[in-house]
């Protein structure tokens, strides 16, 4: 495991913590405010955006097709960004 790959899963970790903690009592509640429930939505966006790119680069496809190292990581970092 590349150390993008380390970054990214760690970062789908704490990202799942927080959707869980946040919304672990919304069931219980009368109202939920409205920025809490985007910043949620926001962050489970999050997770499937980096969950993608992780499984990309978990997966042969696309790989042979950077001639050097420097431009897949080029790449990977458009789409993060």
């Known amino acids: 495991m590349t150390e993008k790959e380390k970054q990214l899963t760690q970062e789908i970790i704490e990202l799942a913590e927080f959707v869980k903690s946040e919304t672990s009592g919304i069931?219980?509640?009368e109202h939920v405010p409205q920025?809490?429930?985007e910043m949620v939505v926001a962050k489970i966006k999050m997770l499937y955006e980096k969950s993608v790119i992780l499984k990309y680069l978990?997966?042969?496809?696309g790989v042979e097709?950077?001639?050097?190292?420097?431009e897949k990581e080029n790449i990977e970092q458009q789409t993060l960004n």
């Open 27 to 29: 069931n219980t509640r």
């Open 58 to 61: 978990h997966s042969n496809v």
């Open 35 to 37: 920025l809490q429930l």
């Open 65 to 70: 097709k950077f001639e050097t190292e420097e």
